[in-house]
């Protein structure tokens, strides 16, 4: 049953593939496609002719799976690179793959890279140079330069641009009851950081954008973001707590009633009106059960009242690589199945599922699937392993009633 779903979706002829979100559903999609670099420029200059092997195979993915709405995490913050991976690589075939076509596109700025003028690992020194060693730790998004690890979305319907929301600058403080990191070496709860430096802390390591996207009559909330990994920290766990509040956020958001304290980057404060359709997407890095982010992060949205996460998209290839790879995976608890990303077994975390497309209650799921095929596939020559020719994480895509 998984190797039929995995096939479908990826080998299905183009004409059949584009029909899908002209009659009766909507594919919605995620992907962390690694499409970042180390300074500041460059992914713009490996975009601007298409002989960039890395994105040629990252296009190829999205053009065998055929989202008609995609976020890419970990796009580096460039207006002219989105424009240029549209023309460049998506517009072009690649491999047999018929070219895809996507009329919009959404990109804003991150908190990565950004200074914060403070000494946020509490390591005795305050960073500001940008690619310096340590400035990533004292960004207000781990980065080394602004916008590193960013996103994009890209779509075939119209985004409602007027009525997009951000919330790059939301001040992880103003979230009621917020898991702010705790000096253990003292009594004082929730001092990791000064009072001074949570007046300018940002909750969002990237940002969380609220995107309408116009499907027929119908607008569907596009709710995107990227939470920070909980590793890379000390006991205070200052990461593991944002990535809890960071997927906080989005629960908090779409329940009604909750969302009072939430400002946007215009200072419109509210939720998401009760009755909207909305899909959350992107990496949240927190698996259900495995992993090192805090139990219960994912639960917050997948046990959600408000959203429909009775559907997981699975692979098969995920299931073998798990089986083949052994280390930490050998005593994972959630289904392998489902993982999304390919990690490090040994030491490491294992393969886990970190990457998520969740709609609505009442929105309607018609199927879904992980782009992750089985070594004997040929075209699992896309996600391969270690030096990986795409990425580390796979595309995972979930296929929603279209409406009236």
């Known amino acids: 049953m998984a190797i039929a779903v995995l096939l479908v979706a990826a080998a299905l002829p183009a004409a059949s593939a584009e029909a899908h979100g002209r009659g009766g559903s909507v594919r919605f999609a995620t992907f962390n496609a690694s499409l970042n670099r180390g300074a500041e420029g460059a992914l713009r200059a490996d975009l601007s002719t298409p002989n960039n092997a890395q994105a ?41 793959a018929a ?7 959404f990109i804003a700025p991150s908190n990565t ?39 994009v979305v890209y779509s075939k319907y119209p985004i409602k641009r007027h009525d997009v929301r951000t919330f790059q600058r939301f001040r992880w403080k103003d979230m009621p009851g917020a898991l702010l990191p705790d000096d253990p070496a003292t009594a004082a709860p929730g001092d990791f950081y000064s009072p001074a430096e949570l007046a300018a802390f940002r909750l969002s390591s990237k940002s969380h954008w609220d995107l309408p996207i116009e499907v027929g009559k119908r607008t569907v909330h596009f709710l995107v973001s990227h939470p920070t990994p909980p590793v890379f920290d000390g006991a205070e766990d200052r ?81 073998e690589a798990a089986a083949l ?30 990457d998520y497309v969740l709609p609505s209650r009442g929105l309607g799921v018609h199927g879904g699937g992980v782009f992750w095929p089985v070594s004997t596939d040929p075209l699992s020559r896309l996600t391969g392993t270690f030096p990986f020719p795409s990425s580390d994480h796979r595309l995972v895509w979930l296929d929603v009633a279209r409406g009236r």
């Open 239 to 319: 990461n593991g707590r944002r990535n809890f509040d960071e997927i906080r956020f989005w629960a908090d958001y779409i329940r009604p009633g909750h969302g009072r304290y939430i400002y946007d980057d215009k200072g419109h404060r509210g939720g998401l009106r009760p009755g909207s359709s909305f899909v959350i997407a992107g990496d949240l890095n927190s698996d259900p059960l495995d992993g090192d982010s805090i139990p219960g992060s994912a639960q917050l949205l997948l046990e959600n009242h408000w959203v429909d996460a009775s559907f997981r998209p699975k692979s098969a290839g995920a299931a």
């Open 56 to 96: 040629a195979t990252v296009a190829e993915i999205i053009q065998r799976v055929r989202p008609d709405v995609v976020l890419i995490n970990e796009f580096d913050f460039d207006p002219e690179a989105a424009r240029l991976f549209r023309d460049n690589y998506l517009s072009v075939g690649h491999n047999g």
């Open 99 to 105: 070219p895809i076509t996507y009329p919009y596109h």
């Open 325 to 354: 790879q052994g280390g930490a995976n050998a005593t994972h608890r959630s289904d392998p199945s489902r993982d999304t990303a390919d990690f490090a077994d040994v030491p490491g975390p294992g393969n886990l599922r970190a």
């Open 113 to 151: 890279g950004v200074a914060s003028g403070f000494d946020l690992n509490n390591d005795g020194r305050v960073v500001t140079t940008p690619g310096a060693a340590g400035y990533g730790d004292d960004a207000l998004g781990f980065g080394a330069f602004p916008g590193q690890f960013g996103m």
